[in-house]
């Protein structure tokens, strides 16, 4: 506890550094260097990583019913299984995106919450 307390403190430490050796610089390197190390700090945080982690297991649990959903509907011609492969195919994308950059776009909440709640719906009419 005391360790990662006395982290974040350095941390911290070194991004008002970086700030202030931001508006020392005149050269543009320097000052491309000042700026990506302070976005280094901000963007691997820990509340980061972990709203990342959350989000990439709520990912593979929607691609995990996709999945559930395909193979009982194969079983069924009640169900256009095709639409079904690219709800999959369009999860497995997002997710590869944020496993990639390590960010998460509205858009793609707002997307595999919709295929949530489509596959859910289709999960309870396999069932029924």
Known sequence: ML??????LLNQAASNDALEDLG????????RNAVNNIFDEVGYSEYNVQHIN??????????????????????SK????????SDKSEVQD???????????????????NELHN???????LIED
């Open 3 to 8: 360790q990662k307390l006395g982290t974040k």
């Open 24 to 31: 020392k610089s005149k050269d543009v390197e320097s000052l």
């Open 54 to 75: 959350s989000i990439l297991d709520r990912g593979k649990g929607l691609l995990s019913l996709i999945k559930s959903n395909i193979s009982a509907a194969s079983k």
């Open 78 to 85: 009640n169900f256009d299984v095709v639409l079904m492969e």
């Open 94 to 112: 997002i997710i590869f995106r944020i496993e990639s950059i390590k960010t998460v776009h509205t858009n793609q909440l707002y997307t595999m």
């Open 118 to 124: 489509k596959h859910i719906k289709i999960q309870k």
